[in-house]
């Protein structure tokens, strides 16, 4: 039970057309959730703190610096903003995959990110405390299920393997 947020056709073609050549109707919705997770005030856009935690969840690393140097080659940005619209966010996220985008080294990356004590495989604990880093609450219960959905084996563990898998079948990535 991997989280989804009803995201209609209707917004994904309000996305500029140049867009979504660079992205697939299904990494519009999933970056629409992830930027609307972070806009936790409904404005329309992220500030920088935001931005920079969102791309984390994303699998980037990004410091103040390169945010800097990003914004004012991203089109629209003459100089770093306070805040990031949808469509500015999208740009960023395409700027940064670059043309080569390795599905599976992002993947790595972010299993790395949460597998803390580097056990190769995620707990409970794992979920939660990278849950919370990314700012985003949910109840022990909706873990537990997530945890089901994704242990394919039954050990009450999420290996690499069944990580990959679970992401590569929901296009969270």
């Known amino acids: ?21 660079e992205l697939t109707p299904q990494e519009i919705r999933d970056l629409r959730f992830v930027f609307d997770t972070f806009d936790n005030e409904h404005r329309g856009s992220i500030d920088f703190d935001d931005l920079r ?17 990003v914004s004012g080659e991203v089109s629209g940005l003459d100089r770093p903003q306070i805040n990031l619209e949808f469509e500015q966010f999208l740009e960023l996220v395409i700027y940064k ?31 939660k405390k990278a849950s919370v880093t990314a700012g985003l609450r949910f109840r022990d219960s909706e873990i537990r299920d997530m945890m089901d959905e994704a242990d394919t084996n039954g050990d009450d563990l999420i ?4 990580f990959f898998q679970i992401m590569l079948q929901t296009n969270l990535f």
């Not at 290996?159 to 069944?162: G, H, N, S």
């Open 53 to 69: 935690r969102a791309m984390r969840v994303i699998g980037f690393k990004i410091n103040q610096d390169d945010l800097n140097e």
């Open 97 to 127: 995959q670059g043309d080569a985008r390795d599905i599976y080294g992002d993947l790595e990356q972010g299993f790395s990110m949460m597998d803390l004590g580097e056990k190769g495989h995620l707990n409970f604990d794992d979920i």
């Open 1 to 21: 039970m991997f989280l989804r947020r009803s995201i209609g056709v209707k917004e994904v073609n309000e996305v500029d057309a140049k867009l979504q050549g």
């Open 159 to 162: 290996t690499k393997d069944e």
